[in-house]
């Protein structure tokens, strides 16, 4: 892999590490029966500085630097490092304490502009306050956060107990050193070596598993009776070749499974959802030491919103390129090939169709999250607005807002608990419709994991090396 350090690069435009501000106070959200109204709108105007003059100036210079791209007018280095620069002027006007709030504002700024590019929408819930810390915040975050729980450099002394490196039974030989493999996993010092359901928490783009969950499910699982939670840092924030960062996937289901002895759950968010099932078909090893997979707003069917992620004319970082809509990337129509888009473990899938910014389709059966199960594992595929229809849980929920849903988290639990894939029937339906977030988070939890889409689209702008064209398919994938 060619990376640059996001962490350095992120310090390099803010010139010293930021101390992190503490969220918001928590404020339980109140229980209603009926989502956010779209006729509430009063926050974001036409996103072009209704708010406040500095995020129309920074939408301005946003899409300036875009179109002037596509009209060569402008090399594309400059354009990221002019998109960088508008986004970090970005400042808040509003405090979020209410989760009903917070969600009806986000559907607020998704209605005032639908076809806003991941950039325009970040600057709009910065500008909103519907992240726990600023964006000049958010890249002393990173930095920050380069150590410890959120370590891509991790010491597992763990030897496990059969042979999983070079390459374990028929599966392809590793690319990336063992070293580094296993660094990536963070095993907190609490971990009960399988004394409890050992869980993986598998990030997603321009992430690590600290910062995806760090706001949702390291704080409900741990300690919990049901799971233990370890989760992935890896290099180079999953912008990297999706075929390697699937590597990091296969070792740590191996490993984990190894030193515990027992079969892991993964919960997977994003483009972590692909790896893994990337991992599942051609590292198959991995297929008898999972117990379950629980798939949060994953993209098995790439998107047909990667021109608002990486605009065309720009060079971009590999994985995004990697999830373009099937038919478009080489790599989705891979891993789709001889029913790889049907389960190979007992999975479910979580998403939501108002709104993912991320991920298109995303709606019902045609969701690029629904899963197929040609091998009768055990998939349900359960879509938040067929669910709880006009009620909160399945209102307005971003790409990673359903990290936050409840009835995600009834799902994630009922999983874990039971085994095999999540069940709607035996969660509370309608008691969980009628929150906006899972038992056991507030407001607070909800900035933090809205933090992750900023730091996202800070990582994908610093990445370095982009291409412009995605990498090639590894000599293994023959089917």
């Known amino acids: 892999m060619q990376a640059i350090s996001i962490a350095l690069a992120l310090l390099s435009l803010t010139g010293s590490a930021l101390a992190v501000p503490a969220p918001v106070e928590p404020v339980p959200s109140p229980t209603v029966t009926a989502a956010p109204s779209l006729d509430d709108r009063d926050l974001i105007g036409d996103l072009t500085g209704a708010v406040n003059g500095v995020l129309g100036d920074a939408v301005g210079d946003i899409n300036s630097a875009l179109s002037k791209v596509g009209a060569g007018q402008l090399a594309g280095n400059q354009a990221w490092s002019t998109i960088s620069s508008a986004l970090a002027q970005v400042t808040a ?28 929408f970040v600057a709009a819930i910065a500008a909103e306050g519907l992240t726990a810390n600023s964006v000049t915040d958010l890249l002393g975050f990173v930095d920050g956060l380069a150590s410890g729980q959120n370590s891509m450099s991790n010491v597992n002394i763990q030897k496990p107990k059969d042979t999983i490196y070079p390459k374990k039974g028929n599966d392809p030989k590793y690319s990336v050193t063992e070293s580094s493999l296993r660094s990536a996993i963070y095993i907190p010092p609490a971990f009960k070596m399988g004394a409890v359901q050992p869980v993986i928490l598998m990030p997603g783009t321009g992430a690590t598993g600290y910062f995806t969950y760090i706001g949702n499910y390291i704080k409900l699982l741990t300690g919990s009776s049901y799971a233990d939670p370890v989760w992935l840092n890896i290099p180079g924030y999953l912008l990297n070749d999706a075929q390697v960062n699937a590597e990091y996937a296969a070792y740590a289901i191996n490993y984990i499974a190894s030193i515990t002895g027992k079969r892991v759950s993964i919960i997977g968010w994003s483009q972590g959802n692909i790896d893994l099932q990337w991992a599942f078909k051609y590292f198959t090893s991995t297929v008898k030491n999972t117990r379950n997979h629980i798939a949060i707003s994953p993209d098995y069917a790439g998107t047909v919103n990667a021109n608002l992620i990486c605009p065309d004319g720009l060079p971009c970082d590999p994985s995004v390129l990697q999830q373009q809509y099937k038919g478009t990337s080489n790599f989705i129509d891979k891993m789709r090939l001889n029913n790889g888009d049907s389960a190979y473990v007992p999975t479910t899938t979580v998403y939501s169709g108002l709104f993912d910014e991320i991920v298109e389709p995303q709606q019902g059966t045609g969701a690029s999250a629904f899963l197929n199960d040609a091998r009768k594992v055990g998939v349900t595929n359960n879509y938040l607005q067929g669910i709880c229809p006009g009620l909160a849980g399945g209102s307005f929920y971003t790409h990673e807002g359903v990290l936050y849903n409840p009835i995600a988290f009834g799902l994630v639990k009922d999983a874990l608990v039971n085994g095999g894939a999540g069940k709607t029937s035996r969660i509370d339906v309608n008691r969980l419709c009628n929150q906006y977030l899972a038992d056991g988070l507030n407001v607070g939890d909800l900035l933090i994991t809205e933090n992750s889409i900023v730091v996202a689209a800070l990582a994908l702008v610093l990445y370095t090396p982009k291409v412009t064209v995605e990498p090639a398919i590894k000599a293994y994938a023959t089917y």
Do not use: C, D, G
């Open 93 to 120: 006007t509003k405090t979020q304490t209410n989760a009903a709030s917070a969600i009806s504002q986000l559907s607020s700024i998704h209605a005032a502009k639908p076809s806003a590019n991941l950039f325009e």
